[in-house]
């Protein structure tokens, strides 16, 4: 599975941005997805889940309420709307597949059970 991030950029706190990963080389609705992200000088961190299906998601408590991922299984691409952004946001973005599954729900937060991942995207949040 190759996995193509896109959708980053530099934006003002209280501002969004759309990340999409779009995914190729296998069967797409069977991998469980996942955002993580990376800031310099930190540890890669989950950001957001999402379930083979859709029907479960996850996400880290600091971007909860303001961060949302969907995946559109027709297109074979995975997104994370990001809203509301602080500085503390800025870090290059991941977005990696876990896989393949047949069960609906499940998602992973731990990088470890990942297998397939993108580029990363950097996203920048001024204040």
């Known amino acids: 599975v190759q996995l193509q991030a896109s959708g980053g950029g530099s934006v003002q706190a209280g501002g969004s941005l759309s990340l999409s990963c779009a995914a190729s080389?296998?069967?797409?609705?069977?991998?469980?997805m996942g955002w993580f992200r990376q800031a310099p000088g930190k540890e890669r961190e989950f950001v957001a889940a999402i379930s083979r299906t859709g029907a479960s998601t996850d996400y880290v408590d600091s971007v909860k309420g303001r961060f949302t991922i969907s995946r559109d299984n027709a297109k074979n691409t995975v997104y994370l709307q990001m809203n509301s952004l602080k500085p503390e946001d800025t870090a290059v973005y991941y977005c990696?597949?876990?896989?393949?599954?047949?069960?609906?729900?499940?998602?992973?937060?731990?990088?470890?059970?990942?297998?397939?991942w993108g580029q990363g995207t950097q996203v920048t949040v001024s204040s």
């Open positions: 080389g296998g069967v797409f609705d069977s991998y469980a």
């Open positions: 990696a597949a876990d896989g393949p599954f047949n069960s609906r729900l499940y998602y992973s937060r731990y990088e470890y059970n990942y297998d397939y």
